[in-house]
């Protein structure tokens, strides 16, 4: 009778840790590809600075506005949405 009831607390336990650790990663903010948040753009540049890398994103041969990217994998940089 211990050893079942022993069982079911560990178990339950266990269930609850990994609920929590399983829904920890949900509050963070959603990391994506710049060219998949700013379709149909002009063009994209990727610039490296002291602080990071950034996007130069064109909306048309004069126009054009930064975005830090967060990470940069394979070229690609991922921005916060």
């Known amino acids: 009778m211990k050893k079942s009831k022993l069982k079911m607390a ?3 336990i ?6 929590l ?3 920890g990663h949900v509050s963070y903010a959603k990391q994506e590809w710049v060219r998949d948040v700013y379709p149909d753009m002009y ?5 490296k600075d002291k602080d990071g890398y950034y ?3 064109w909306k048309d041969s004069r126009n ?3 975005e830090r990217c967060v990470k940069v994998e394979f070229g690609k940089c991922m921005i916060e949405t």
């Open 10 to 12: 560990v178990g339950a």
């Open 43 to 47: 063009d994209y540049v990727l610039k």
């Open 64 to 66: 054009w506005f930064t």
């Open 21 to 23: 650790f399983s829904a």
């Open 14 to 19: 266990a269930f609850s840790v990994a609920m």
């Open 55 to 57: 996007v130069q994103i």
